[in-house]
């Protein structure tokens, strides 16, 4: 069994291809997702659950789902906005749901349209819908809270928004909470603050981070993510994405470059390096026309570079 310190998430099919106005072909997606995993990503979020019609690069979600639920050992999760979301991942039989909704409320109104209490109500609905499946049948639920740490319409989010709505998802019956910088406008110290104060409130339950990259601080956010003792990042591979308020910004945290980050400062991640910089030609190939980023590409390993699990071992 291999050892992991950190756990990384590949969010590039969802966050990264969302706002990209081509449609990746099915095809391309399932290899992407089949090479990451092989690289050793355990887990991966392969789409979204929106209608097809919003957002016409999730039209073929049903059939991405299905095949990366026979990639072995893998985990699948899906996006979902709502409770519709909910009901077509509990068809599809997928492991994890990753409900979102945004601290700010001008954000959860443009983005899912509703009030931030709807969208609490509706978390508990699914909830509810996810319990009353037999065991073995039941994903695991995530609270998502996008905007956490800053919104593009009304600037700072109060860190007490933050916490309230993290308990709120909490309660309702949440496995996993994560935190979003939507739109990239976090610093290290208020990472610093904002995780603090939301684990203090939530004990035990496992958080995770989701960064972007918009202006440059993601890799410092992981850093004091990981001093406040986050262990569940999300990335993109090549920091596939980008922010529609910001024309031309990069997107997600660079899977890559998080991958050698963590595993150069000791934190095992499970994921072979070299064979994760491979997957960048599937997407390139597959998306000629879409921008990636990515230092560690650029630049390649450093001489002599020891991965952390062999230096454990010596
Ligand atoms: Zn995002």
Not at 56 to 66: L, N, S
Not at 248 to 274: P, Q, Y
Request: proline share 4%.
């Amino acid at each position: 069994m291999k050892q992991i310190d950190v756990i990384v998430r590949e969010v590039g099919l969802r966050d990264g291809l969302q706002i990209h106005p081509t449609f990746m072909p099915t095809e391309n997606k399932i290899a992407w997702i089949e090479a990451e995993a092989a690289a050793g990503v355990s887990e991966i979020e392969v789409t979204s659950y929106v209608p097809a019609k919003l957002i016409p690069q999730f039209a073929d979600a049903e059939e991405v789902t299905r095949r990366a639920l026979t990639v072995a050992g893998l985990t699948v999760a899906a996006l979902i906005p709502n409770s519709k979301g909910a009901e077509r991942g509990l068809a599809l039989g997928v492991h994890k749901l990753n409900f979102v909704m945004s601290v700010s409320r001008t954000h959860n109104l443009k983005n899912v349209r509703r009030e931030r209490e709807e969208s609490v109500a509706d978390f508990r609905r699914i909830v509810k819908m996810v319990r009353a499946q037999p065991e073995g049948r039941r994903p695991k639920v995530v609270g998502g809270l996008s905007t956490a740490l800053g919104c593009s319409y009304e600037g700072r989010v109060p860190v007490a928004d933050v916490v309230s709505y993290a308990v709120q998802l909490a309660e309702a019956g949440a496995d996993e909470i994560v935190v979003a910088d939507t739109v990239g406008y976090a610093d290290p110290v208020q990472v610093h603050t904002v995780f603090k104060a939301v684990m203090a409130e939530l004990g035990a339950l496992p958080i995770a981070a989701h960064f972007h990259d918009t202006r440059g601080t993601g890799l410092a956010n992981i850093s004091a993510a990981i001093e406040c003792g986050v262990r569940r990042f999300d990335a993109s591979l090549a920091g596939l994405g980008g922010c529609p308020f910001a024309p031309g910004a990069s997107g997600n945290i660079v899977m890559d470059d998080l991958c050698f980050m963590l595993d150069s400062m000791g934190l095992r991640t499970g994921v072979d390096l070299e064979r994760l910089l491979q997957v960048r030609s599937i997407v390139h190939a597959a998306l000629p026309d879409i921008e990636m980023h990515g230092a560690l590409a650029r630049a390649g390993l450093p001489r002599n570079y020891v991965r952390a699990d062999e230096r454990r071992a010596a």
